[in-house]
C-alpha cells in the first residue's frame, strides 16, 4: 500500500487548508486512517484519526474543533479540513493506515505512511 499526502502548502494565521490522502489500493478502504505531524525538531505527534466507515473520529487537543478529518466516497482517501491555523501547525503531515479496522491515536498502530506534505502557517 501507498498513500500520496497532498495539499500543504502556505497560509497565514487563521487561515485555512485541506490536505488529501489517496492510497494506492482501494484495499485501505477496510482499514483506519489517520493523520501526524511532526514539526522542525520535534516528534511525530498524533493528529486526528477515522476508522474505516468514517466514524470513530479521535482528534488531539491542540486541533479539536479547527481540524475535520473524513473519508472519501471511495473510502481509500481521506481529507484533513483545517481551520484558524496558526504558527503552531506549522509541520510535515503525514496520512497512514493502521493494522485494523478503527482508529487510533498510536503511532504503533500504524504499518503503512505516507511521504509527507508541508503546512507553513506565517503570522
Known amino acids: 500500500v501507498q498513500l500520496q499526502a497532498s495539499g500543504g502548502g502556505s497560509v497565514q494565521a487563521g487561515g485555512s487548508l485541506r490536505l488529501s490522502c489517496a492510497a494506492s489500493t482501494r484495499a485501505v478502504s477496510n482499514n483506519g486512517m489517520g493523520w501526524f505531524r511532526q514539526a522542525p525538531g520535534k516528534e511525530r505527534d498524533f493528529v486526528a484519526s477515522?476508522?474505516?466507515?468514517?466514524?470513530?473520529?479521535l482528534y488531539a487537543d491542540s486541533v479539536e474543533g479547527r481540524f475535520k478529518i473524513s473519508r472519501g466516497y471511495a473510502a481509500s482517501t481521506m481529507y484533513l479540513e483545517m481551520s484558524a491555523l496558526t504558527p503552531e501547525d506549522t509541520a510535515i503531515y503525514y496520512c497512514a493506515a493502521t493494522r485494523g479496522a478503527w482508529s487510533s491515536t498510536s503511532r504503533s498502530n500504524y504499518n503503512y505512511w505516507g511521504q509527507g506534505t508541508l503546512v507553513t502557517v506565517s503570522s
Open positions: 477515522v476508522a474505516w466507515n468514517g466514524g470513530g473520529t
